[in-house]
Each structure stands twice: as C-alpha cells, then as structure tokens.
C-alpha cells in the first residue's frame, strides 16, 4: 500500500511564492505516474502538474508559474509555485497512480490573499 506524505502550503499575497513536496513510499519502488491536484473552494478537483513517467502535464492556468520536479531516489516530487494568485487558493493534493491503484494524500491548504 502506496503511502504520500505532503509538505509545503500555507498563505501567502498574491505575486509571493510557495513550495509543496510531497514523498512516497515504500520506497523499493519507482512511482512514476506522481503529480499534484488542487480542489478550489466549492469547485471539483483539478489537475495541476502530474508525471507520467518522464511526460509532464500542467494545467493550462499554471504553465508558467509552477513548475513540478522530482527525485526518482527518494520518490519525492515537488511543486514550486511562482505569481500567485487568488484563483489558486485550494486544497493541494499529491497523488500517485501504481499498479492501477491511485492513491491521494490527505491534502495541503494553500491560500492566496490580493
């Protein structure tokens, strides 16, 4: 059973700056398909960078802004978040697909004040 520990979130004006990280485990394996959710007050759960394998897809509202990476070592995939704005206030979720099983984690508050 696939285990995600997030790090990271908070508040911050916006134009600021936040980092999340998120780590998996157990770690004798590669989770290759990892990447980042966010679900907006009263909104449904979004997309917002996720790895599929070496393929990065990012939603169209943070190209630019955001950029995910990760440590194959470690199973940790980060998420730096540059120029945000209020519209990105949400709960930020690390998320991992294996073996057919995807697997979130409890979740991150991120909020962003004008």
């Known amino acids: 059973q696939v285990r995600l520990g997030e790090s990271g979130g908070g508040s911050v004006q916006a134009g600021g700056s936040l980092r999340l990280s998120c780590a998996a485990s157990?770690?004798?394996?590669?989770?290759?398909?990892m990447g980042w959710y966010r679900q907006p007050p009263g909104k449904a759960r979004e997309l917002v960078a996720m790895?599929?394998?070496?393929?990065?897809d990012y939603a169209d509202s943070v190209k630019g802004r955001f950029t995910i990476s990760r440590d194959r070592t470690k199973n940790t995939v980060d998420l730096q978040m540059n120029s945000l704005k209020p519209e990105d206030t949400a709960v930020y979720y690390c998320?991992?697909?294996?073996?057919?099983?995807?697997?979130w984690g409890q979740g991150t508050q991120v909020t962003v004040s004008s």
């Open positions: 998320k991992v697909v294996h073996n057919g099983v995807t697997t």
């Open positions: 157990p770690n004798n394996f590669w989770y290759m398909n």
């Open positions: 790895y599929s394998g070496a393929i990065i």
